[in-house]
């Protein structure tokens, strides 16, 4: 067993598409192996654009939120002990830019809304938003004004389009020609464009805390399946794609899983790297 930080390991593996199946539920083989790997000694990161909230729900009564276990929220904004709630460190857009990018989408006729570590702040109810809502049910309210968010830690604005995830594309096409260097945009799901602070991603995340344990790159491991991820694939020592993931995702990473996520696939990477 690892006796020390540099011998450590660290899995830094996401949620929606990776640990989650697409009934967003978690396999018992992948809940075996995730404890095997604790079991010897190496340190386990969920590492999600999901919130906090949003994160605790779907992972609740797994044993993924353990002491010397560590959430990385919000694309790698917000990171945080598991158990304790911590803040190890926590990046916000400013309530101007946030309102910046919400008026700009409702005047795209596309739905968006922001967090802070509490609740989802919406400026109005439709069916984008009740669809993405289902599956947490995270507290949530309407903003009428700026007010509303100044003070809060905004880690991200979500952008959502089920039924015609091309206007997301258009817009942030257009939006980034307009506002340049101030965020940094990228898709997690097709139908789900996300705005966080310039340099703020997934891989960031990953480097902050590995930095801050004392763990170095080639002790880290990051699985993922979108886009979002290439980040931290990228900045891993070993980045890892599920089977099933977006093919952008496969081509950066070191490893591509033969299962799913609906086949444990995230068993089949420990299996392999333990």
Known sequence: MPNNMDDK?????????????????????????????KEAGNILAITTGRSVQGTEMICKGYGLLEKGDYLITFQGSLIMEADTKRVIAAD???????????????????????????KIYIPYECDDFFKYNSIAHEDYEIIDDISVLEGKVLPKVICIAYDDPKRLYDFQESFRDKEPGRFNSFFSQPMFLEYCKEGINKGTGLKRLAKHLGIPKERTIAVGDERNDIYMMKAAGTGCCIGSGHPDAKAAADYVTKRSNDESAVSEIIERFL
């Open 9 to 37: 390991k660290i899995l830094f593996y996401d949620l929606d598409g990776t640990l989650l199946k697409t009934d967003k539920t978690i396999s018992d083989e992948d809940i075996r192996a995730l404890r095997k790997w």
């Open 92 to 118: 916000s857009l400013p309530p101007a830019d946030v309102m910046l990018v919400l008026n700009a989408l409702t005047d795209a006729g596309i739905y968006a809304h922001t967090f802070d570590l509490d």
